[in-house]
């Protein structure tokens, strides 16, 4: 079982930075990809960042060029710094995992509130 553990979510005006961090705890699977997804009410939940195990990543067209997903793989943590914040990205923010043998892990998710 992989557990998530998320964090730094929180309020922050419009053009302000906020520094997300999801670290997983392994049992016997090893970590394919860490990534990033986000919920706003009423709407689906949705991708904003994915990293590999070789650093590749992908980014959703709204955030490329504002957010940065990194990760450190010696302590399967996964981070995703978001500047240049507005208000469109409020949602709360999920970390997934996926497994090499092919599961898929949610955290808990975390409220960001980017004010206007």
């Known amino acids: 079982q992989v557990q998530l553990v998320e964090s730094g979510g929180g309020l922050v005006q419009a053009g302000g930075s906020l520094r997300l961090s999801c670290a997983a705890s392994?049992?016997?699977?090893?970590?394919?990809?860490m990534g990033w997804y986000r919920q706003a009410p009423g709407k689906q939940r949705e991708l904003v960042a994915v990293?590999?195990?070789?650093?590749?990543?992908r980014y959703a067209d709204s955030v490329t060029g504002r957010f940065t997903c990194s990760r450190d793989v010696a302590k399967n943590t996964v981070y995703l710094q978001m500047n240049s914040l507005k208000p469109e990205d409020t949602a709360v923010y999920f970390c997934?995992?996926?497994?090499?043998?092919?599961?898929?892990?949610w955290g808990q998710g975390t409220q960001v509130t980017v004010s206007s």
């Open positions: 392994l049992s016997t699977y090893r970590i394919m990809t």
């Open positions: 997934n995992a996926i497994t090499t043998v092919g599961y898929s892990h």
């Open positions: 990293i590999g195990n070789r650093n590749g990543t």
